[in-house]
């Protein structure tokens, strides 16, 4: 069983920086692409970022490109998700999930899923 625990959300300013971690439990960490999605109230949960196995592909959303960005640290079977000139509109909760075979954008390419981290983002 894959457990997933997020971290470092909380509240922040328009235009600030949060980063977001994803611990991860097990042995096979580095075998698996990672995914970030969020949750809005009232919302569906959307795809935020992704990143494959060793690190050397990435996808973004169209809303946070240039302003996000994923990596991970194997050794420490850790994702994060930096966060830059945060927006309103980027209030959410933020899950990590493990790819289920490669990488996409849909919820359901993804097998194992953390509880969720809050964000908000104050105008």
């Known amino acids: 069983q894959v457990q997933l625990v997020e971290s470092g959300g909380g509240l922040v300013q328009a235009g600030g920086s949060l980063r977001l971690s994803c611990a991860a439990s097990?042995?096979?960490?580095?075998?698996?692409?990672m995914g970030w999605f969020r949750q809005a109230p009232g919302k569906e949960r959307k795809f935020v970022s992704a990143i494959n196995w060793s690190g050397g592909t990435t996808y973004y959303a169209d809303s946070v490109k240039g302003r996000f960005t994923i990596s991970r640290d194997n050794a420490k079977n850790t994702v994060y998700l930096q966060m830059n000139s945060l927006k309103p509109e980027d209030t959410a909760v933020y899950y990590c999930a493990r790819g289920r075979s490669g990488l996409g954008y849909d919820s359901r390419q993804y097998d194992y899923w953390g509880q969720g981290t809050q964000v908000t983002v104050s105008s």
């Open positions: 097990g042995r096979t960490f580095s075998m698996y692409g």
